[in-house]
């Protein structure tokens, strides 16, 4: 379906652009906004990769799906406002390494709304590469070659980044879980 809403465009059809971006703003914005942690700023990423993808879109050979295409400029942008932001990403805290962790039983006792809530809040603890890679495997459900495809990383790299990722957000799970516990005693 992708390809003849692209044909459209090119063809001077520029209001069926607008297909694209019913399609995938909620998924660009989720991207931006692994990267980012920051709404607004990922809002304006979505907003300018959308123009980027317009106006770049006679270059895009179809060698790949338009999804993994527009993906790598959000992206990119995204990365690109990270960068600029200079902001320091703090690695995970590995405090209490030893202290057997049950999170999914914890987590297993909360409603649906607030398991959400968690793990968005958690996720937004990664770093950006392992939120990233996270949000593109499991909410967006693509392939590991897929995830390479769109982010230019190695095969090896996005595995490393997602078992980093999961270790991580456990973590980060488990602390949300105990000081929650903590506010409500």
Not at 10 to 16: A, D, F, M, Q, R
Not at 141 to 169: A, D, F, P, Q, Y
Request: hydrophobic share 40%.
């Amino acid at each position: 379906m992708d390809n003849l809403y692209i044909k459209k465009v090119l063809n001077g059809e520029t209001e069926e652009f607008r297909y694209f971006i019913k399609k995938y703003k909620d998924m660009a914005f989720s991207v931006s906004m692994s990267v980012l942690k920051d709404e607004f700023l990922a809002a304006d990423v979505v907003q300018e990769s959308f123009v980027k993808a317009f106006q770049n879109l006679g270059s895009f050979k179809g060698k790949s799906k338009f999804s993994s295409w527009f993906y790598r400029i959000v992206i990119n942008e995204s990365f690109k406002v990270f960068r600029k932001r200079k902001e320091v990403q703090v690695e995970a805290v590995t405090e209490n390494e030893n202290e057997p962790i049950d999170t999914f039983n914890a987590i297993e006792e909360f409603k649906e709304e607030e398991r959400r809530y968690f793990i968005n809040k958690s996720i937004n603890h990664l770093p950006a590469n392992e939120s990233l890679v996270l949000r593109l495997f499991y909410l967006n459900e693509n392939s590991i070659k897929e995830i390479c495809e769109i982010t230019g990383w190695s095969e090896s790299n996005v595995k490393v980044l997602m078992h980093r990722g999961r270790l991580n957000m456990q973590k980060s799970l488990f602390r949300l879980l105990k000081t929650e516990a903590k506010l409500l005693i």
